[in-house]
Nanobody, 120 residues
Framework: QVQLVESGGGLVQAGGSLRLSCAAS????????MAWFRQTPGKDREFVAA??????SPVDSVKGRFTISRDNAKNTVTLEMNSLKVEDTAVYYC???????????????WGQGTQVTVSS
């Protein structure tokens, strides 16, 4: 069992930055692919970025703006979000799994989510 707790969401103006963190506890952290998804009301959960032993894979809409990283010693994964746009507004979820599917969005474990709101 893995528990994931996100933090760092909030309100920011367009063009600003936020840093999301996800603290993992439970089973061996390094075994898992870690990912971030986001969801807005009425829409499906959307893949944002993932990090595994083989590297990172951000979705095209956030490339060059968002960076995913992990600290295996601290069991944390971070999403640095720069040049935020209004359309980045969503609840952001941390996810972990031996396999993580972009679409449909699937992972073994999910955090509770943290709200990110970008104002114009």
């Amino acid at each position: 069992q893995v528990q994931l707790v996100e933090s760092g969401g909030g309100l920011v103006q367009a063009g600003g930055s936020l840093r999301l963190s996800c603290a993992a506890s439970g089973r061996t952290f390094t075994d898992y692919i870690m990912a971030w998804f986001r969801q807005t009301p009425g829409k499906d959960r959307e893949f944002v970025a993932a990090i595994s032993r083989s590297g990172t894979s951000p979705v095209d809409s956030v490339k060059g703006r968002f960076t995913i990283s992990r600290d295996n010693a601290k069991n944390t994964v971070t999403l640095e979000m720069n040049s935020l746009k209004v359309e980045d507004t969503a609840v952001y979820y941390c996810a972990a799994g031996l396999r993580v599917s972009r679409s449909p969005p699937r992972a073994d474990y999910w955090g509770q989510g943290t709200q990110v709101t970008v104002s114009s």
